[in-house]
C-alpha cells in the first residue's frame, strides 16, 4: 500500500544525495567506507537488505553531505576516519534536513490522495477516506453504504457518482493544499529515521485522515445525517397501513398527502445544504 508514493519519496531523496555530492564535488569513496553503496543510494535501489535505502550506520556520514558547504570543509571533517560516537556529537543526531528537506510536497500529498482514491471501502483506511468525503454535501447525499437496503434511495449512475466523488476529493482535500499534509507528516516524523518508514506512512495517513474528519458543525455530515433519517423516514411510512392502497389511482389519505408534502420539503431542504455550503465556500469560511 502507498508503494508509489513511497518509491517517490525514495527517488526525490536519492536524488538529493545526489546533487549534494556533485555540488560538494565529491567521488563515492569521499563519502561511504563502501563505495558501491554510494552508487546504490544515489540510484534509489532499496530492496530487502536496504528497506529503507539508507542502512542505520550510514546516516551518520551522509549527513556531512547536507553540513558542509563545500569540498575543503567536508574533506576536512575526516568522516570516514572518524567514530560514530563522534559524528553523533557533532549532527545530534538529527537528520530532519536530509530525509525530509527535500520533499515537494504538493506532489507527495497528490500522489497520496491518488492511491486513497483507489483503495477499497473494505479498506481501514479507504473507509476512513470515504467518511472524509461526507464533508461535501453533493456527495454526502448519495452515500448509502450505511442504509439498510430497504430504505428509499434515489438511483444515480456509477458516471455520475464517480464523478460526485471526484469533487468530493478535490473540495476537501486537494482544494485545501498540502499544509495540514506536510504538519502532520513533520509531527510524525521529525527527529525520527526511515525505521519502519512503510509501516508508519501508513500511521500518518491515518492520523491526516483523522484530522480531515468533518467536524460536528460540517455541512455535509448535518445533510449526511438528514439524508439518512429522510431516507429511513420514508421507507418506514409507506409500509404504515394507513398510507397504504392498491392502486395508483386509488385516493389518498388525507394522512399520506400530508406526509408526502414532509417527504417533499425534506428531499427540498437537502438542496439548501448545498446552497449553504457553496456560500461557505464562496466566503473561504469553514464552519467550527
Known amino acids: 500500500m502507498f508503494e508509489k508514493t513511497q518509491d517517490n519519496f525514495y527517488k526525490s531523496l536519492a536524488k538529493s544525495i545526489e546533487k549534494r555530492k556533485e555540488e560538494l564535488k565529491l567521488r563515492r569513496y569521499d563519502i561511504l567506507p563502501e563505495r558501491t553503496r554510494v552508487s546504490k543510494i544515489i540510484h534509489a535501489q532499496h530492496n530487502k537488505q536496504y528497506p529503507n535505502l539508507i542502512s542505520k550506520s550510514e546516516y551518520h556520514y551522509l549527513i556531512y553531505l547536507f553540513l558542509c558547504k563545500d569540498h575543503d570543509s567536508f574533506i576536512d571533517e575526516h568522516i570516514l576516519e572518524t567514530t560514530e560516537d563522534e559524528h553523533t556529537k557533532k549532527c545530534n543526531n538529527s537528520f530532519d534536513e536530509m530525509l525530509w528537506g527535500h520533499i515537494d510536497w504538493d506532489k507527495m500529498f497528490q500522489d497520496a490522495i491518488t492511491e486513497l482514491s483507489k483503495l477499497d471501502i473494505s479498506n481501514e483506511l479507504g473507509k476512513l477516506f470515504e467518511k472524509t468525503l461526507i464533508d461535501y454535501v453533493p ?43 506536510r504538519q502532520t507528516f513533520l509531527e510524525k516524523f521529525s527527529g525520527k529515521t526511515l525505521e519502519k518508514f512503510d509501516k508508519k506512512f501508513l500511521e500518518f495517513i491515518s492520523c491526516y485522515l483523522e484530522k480531515r474528519m468533518p467536524n ?46 414532509y417527504i417533499d420539503n425534506g428531499w427540498k431542504q437537502m438542496k439548501k445544504f448545498e446552497t449553504f455550503q457553496k456560500g461557505f465556500d464562496k466566503l473561504h469560511t469553514e464552519i467550527k
Open 139 to 181: 456527495y454526502a447525499a448519495i452515500r448509502y453504504d450505511e442504509l439498510d437496503p430497504k430504505y428509499a434511495k434515489t438511483w444515480i449512475s456509477q458516471d455520475e457518482r464517480e464523478e460526485k466523488r471526484q469533487r468530493a476529493i478535490e473540495r476537501v482535500h486537494l482544494g485545501h493544499g498540502s499544509e495540514l499534509f
Open 216 to 261: 460536528k458543525y460540517s455541512v455535509g455530515l448535518q445533510a449526511y445525517n438528514y439524508h439518512k433519517n429522510l431516507s429511513k423516514f420514508a421507507a418506514d411510512w409507506q409500509n404504515l397501513p394507513e398510507v397504504k392502497y392498491g392502486d395508483v389511482s386509488d385516493e389518498k389519505s388525507d394522512l399520506e398527502i400530508l406526509l408526502r408534502k
